[in-house]
Structures are given as structure tokens and as C-alpha cells.
T-cell receptor, first 113, second 114 residues
Framework: GENVEQHPSTLSVQEGDSAVIKCTYSDSASNYFPWYKQELGKRPQLIIDIRSNVGEKKDQRIAVTLNKTAKHFSLHITETQPEDSAVYFCAASIDTNAGKSTFGDGTTLTVKP | DAGVIQSPRHEVTEMGQEVTLRCKPI?????LFWYRQTMMRGLELLIY????????DSGMPEDRFSAKMPNASFSTLKIQPSEPRDSAVYFCASSLVEGLYGYTFGSGTRLTVV
């Protein structure tokens, strides 16, 4: 089955700096890659996603890039703010698998004011 | 839409008791997922349904766990008998499969077994 590895497990940045989280996946058939943000004590929430026919997608301060050949994708957060502090999960899905996503282990991002 | 609705939000029970967690997915979503989250094990997929049919329950830890989805708007996860190691946050999530979309998670049920 699919295996998703996520790095780093923890990331600490200064407010205003950029943060990058990287994920690799094993199944070349995966074609949908969502990212979730989970604040302390709350539910994971979808923040951005990318499909395999696109190499990059941006939404304000967050962007995701996908390299299908290398089977890796990354989340980029620019101009970080303290409210960006959370656990971020990447995931990979195949459209033939009833929408099931395989999640990475999560990255704890801390933005220091 | 009110989103994915889970109940109860918190449950404290004694070891050996039966626990039932409930989930109402978003109307029109045709896949439903049950996850367990702990600090040690992260997010674990327990079971998921597509069009009310269980697709994969290989993540269910033991026979003490069972899940049902009698119709498109309701699912239950039952633990009988409960044990202290079952203490965790249990999330239900739903998604629309066609076209592939992300999950919408419920608020979770924090289960404590004493």
C-alpha cells in the first residue's frame, strides 16, 4: 500500500520567516495530495490541496509544489505568523480507493514572535 | 451545512463498559472514515465506508471494536469492553469521492477509560 513520509517532525521559525515541510510518497498512482492543519485541541482542517496534473498551487501565504517524477510534494508558508503554529499533515490519495488518504506523521510548526 | 457532527464530545467511562461513538457525515458525502489519534501513535485509520459499505477494517485494533453505517447519514463506532489503552481522541471524517476531495473532520470524541 501507499506509504507517506513527512519531514521534519518539528520545525521552529521566527515570525516573518518561511517554513517548508516536505513529504514523499511511494505509490506512483497517487493523484491527489491534501494538506491539513491541526491546532492544539482541535480537528484537522484542509488548508490546501493539489492534484497530479498541476505542479504548483498557491493560496495567499501558503503554496504547495508537486514533483511526480521524484514522488515528493512540499508545503511552503511565507511570512509566518504565530497563528500558523500547529501540526501540519500531508496526505496522498488514489481516486480508485474510495477517497482514502494515507497520512504522514505530522510536523509540529512553532512560530516564535 | 453544519459539517460532520460527532457525539459525545467527551466520554469518561470505566474499564469494561461499552462505549458508542456517533457520527453524522456531511449530506452528499459518500465516504466516511473513523480515525483514532494519540500522542504515541498519531492518526490511525480504523475503518472506512463507501456508500455505507465497509471497505477496509484492517485498522480496527481488536474484536472489541466494531463499526456500522446503517444509512448515509449515520455511523457508529462501538468498543466493548473498553480498556484504558483505548483512551484517545476519535475522529470521524467524510468526503466526496468523485473528483477526489479532502476530508472534513468532525470535532472528535475525547474518550477516557479509567
Amino acid at each position: 500500500g501507499e506509504n507517506v513520509e513527512q519531514h521534519p517532525s518539528t520545525l521552529s521559525v521566527q515570525e516573518g520567516d518561511s517554513a517548508v515541510i516536505k513529504c514523499t510518497y511511494s505509490d506512483s498512482a497517487s493523484n491527489y495530495f491534501p494538506w491539513y492543519k491541526q491546532e492544539l485541541g482541535k480537528r484537522p482542517q484542509l488548508i490546501i490541496d493539489i492534484r497530479s496534473n498541476v505542479g504548483e498551487k498557491k493560496d495567499q501565504r501558503i503554496a504547495v509544489t508537486l514533483n511526480k517524477t521524484a514522488k515528493h510534494f512540499s508545503l511552503h508558508i511565507t511570512e509566518t505568523q504565530p497563528e500558523d503554529s500547529a501540526v501540519y499533515f500531508c496526505a496522498a490519495s488514489i481516486d480508485t480507493n474510495a477517497g482514502k488518504s494515507t497520512f504522514g506523521d505530522g510536523t509540529t510548526l512553532t512560530v516564535k514572535p | 451545512d453544519a459539517g460532520v457532527i460527532q457525539s459525545p464530545r467527551h466520554e469518561v467511562t470505566e474499564m469494561g463498559q461499552e462505549v458508542t461513538l456517533r457520527c453524522k457525515p456531511i449530506s452528499g458525502h459518500n465516504s466516511l472514515f473513523w480515525y483514532r489519534q494519540t500522542m504515541m501513535r498519531g492518526l490511525e485509520l480504523l475503518i472506512y465506508f463507501n456508500n455505507n459499505v465497509p471497505i477496509d477494517d484492517s485498522g480496527m485494533p481488536e474484536d472489541r471494536f466494531s463499526a456500522k453505517m446503517p444509512n448515509a447519514s449515520f455511523s457508529t463506532l462501538k468498543i466493548q469492553p473498553s480498556e484504558p489503552r483505548d483512551s484517545a481522541v476519535y475522529f470521524c471524517a467524510s468526503s466526496l469521492v468523485e473528483g477526489l476531495y479532502g476530508y472534513t473532520f468532525g470535532s472528535g470524541t475525547r474518550l477516557t477509560v479509567v
